[in-house]
Each structure stands twice: as C-alpha cells, then as structure tokens.
C-alpha cells in the first residue's frame, strides 16, 4: 500500500477499477441510480459506525480499536463511492472544490499572472 500521496486523478482511476472489478465478480448492473444509492448507503453505514464509537450504539464485545478501524474503513468506502459518483456524472471534483472552497482562501489567487 502506497505510503505517499496520490494525485486525486491517480485515485479515482484505481477507485474506478476495483469498482469494476468488484462489480464483474458479484454481477452487478452499475447504472446511475446506483452511484447515488451507494453513496447513501455508505454514509449511513459510516454514521453507524461512528455511532458505535461515541457510545451511541450497541458494539458487543468490539474493542476500541476495532471501532475505530470499522469507522476508518467506511470513511473510505464513503470517500471512493464519491469519487465514483463524480466519475459517473463528469464532475471534476477538485475543479468544484476550488470553485466552491478555495475561494475563500486569501491566499487562494485564481488569476494567472
């Protein structure tokens, strides 16, 4: 597993392939609808874990440190399903994150000099 930064196109190719590759061994019709029910999904099962963290919720006999890797790993799944969702409907992610976030930087400058 990679230990350096990768650039978010590098990210969501590889997203996109384990996706694909997921999808062809389970027979899964990806269509648009999906993108955006797993992006839910995902999100509730996210907040269920986070849940369970803080105490809100039954955990059994599952330590700590199993919580938290249950909430790290469905902040992932999370995060790829977004950039999958982006991927389908053509949204260039850090382009939006730019225009929406990064204005608000000072140092932020969109104006080539």
């Not at 269509?31 to 849940?51: H, I, P, S, V």
């Not at 249950?70 to 053509?90: G, I, P, S, V, Y």
């Amino acid at each position: 597993m990679p230990k350096t930064p990768r650039p978010l196109p590098e990210l969501v190719k590889d997203v996109a392939h384990v996706s694909d590759l997921y999808a062809e061994q389970y027979s899964i019709e990806r269509d648009r609808g999906w993108y955006l029910a797993k992006l839910t999904e995902e999100l509730g099962e996210l907040a269920a874990a986070d849940l369970k963290c803080t105490g809100q919720a039954r955990c059994g006999n599952r330590s700590g440190e199993d919580l938290r890797q249950d909430l790290e790993r469905e902040a992932a799944d999370l995060f790829a399903h977004l950039l999958l969702f982006c991927k389908n409907r053509n949204i260039d992610l850090e382009q939006a994150l730019n225009d929406k976030w990064m204005k608000y930087l000072p140092e932020y400058d969109t104006c080539d000099e």
